[in-house]
């Protein structure tokens, strides 16, 4: 089975500053590991996936997430933030069967001025 | 040139009332998704479609009925609408191996208050 965790609803950061997101995950399986970003009144996008090969993966707008096993985390991060990242961004994880998606319950990131 | 469209996007009604959602895909997917999201933004799968055969029907009670008439359709009718409804229902597509590789496409969501 697999579940995955958002240790914070709500991040608040500067803008310029460092964003950190973090995402653990639970798997009995080889995981795949993905990012999703929510913008207000629209549907979720792919920000980043892991499925094999390098652990540090790079997404769109300067993302990028690395897996790290022996922790099993899966924590996003962008250098410096801009105000036009500020969203609700979504961890999720699937395993070998097949359609199965289950993703965090969200982290609303505030940037501030 | 919309790749997952859903209609309507709001949609307020009473309880009791039996009301549908449309989702339509171009992008020439296999799989299409029915997901919930609550007001917690909690994001839960409810059914998936694979070539119009039903792969995955979540704890879900049958009150809400799948309809697939097409691979590139799949619409979701709720029947005697409770409160508990309320929720922002989402659409998705994907390629057959989606999963594996991450690429599910998400429509804009429907946005469902009962009163």
């Given at each position: 089975a697999q579940s995955v965790t958002q240790l914070g609803s709500h991040v608040s950061v500067s803008e310029g500053a460092l964003v950190l997101l973090r995402c653990n995950y639970s798997s009995s399986v080889p995981p795949y590991l993905f990012w999703y970003v929510q913008y207000p009144n629209q549907g979720l996008q792919l920000l980043l996936k892991y499925t094999t090969g390098a652990t540090l993966v790079k997404g769109i707008n300067g993302f990028e997430a690395e897996f790290k096993k022996s922790e099993t985390s899966f924590h996003l991060t962008r250098p410096s933030a801009h105000m036009s990242d500020a969203a609700e961004y979504f961890c999720a994880v699937s395993g070998n069967n097949f359609n199965k998606f289950y993703f965090g319950s969200g982290t609303k990131l505030n940037v501030k001025p | 040139d919309t790749a997952v469209s859903q209609t309507p996007k709001y949609l307020v009604t009473q309880m009791g009332n039996d009301k549908s959602i449309k989702c339509e895909q171009n992008?020439?997917?296999d799989t299409m998704y029915w997901y919930k999201q609550d007001s917690k933004k909690f994001l839960k799968i409810m059914f998936s479609y694979n070539n119009k055969e039903l792969i995955i029907n979540e704890?879900?009670?049958?009150r809400f009925s799948p309809k697939s008439p097409d691979k590139a359709h799949l619409n979701l009718h709720i029947n005697?609408?409770?409160?508990?409804?309320?929720a922002v229902y989402f659409c998705a597509s994907s390629p057959r191996d989606g999963v594996v590789n991450g690429e599910q496409f998400f429509g804009p969501g429907t946005r469902l208050t009962v009163l």
């Open positions: - | 992008l020439g997917h704890t879900v009670p049958n005697s609408l409770e409160l508990g409804d309320s």
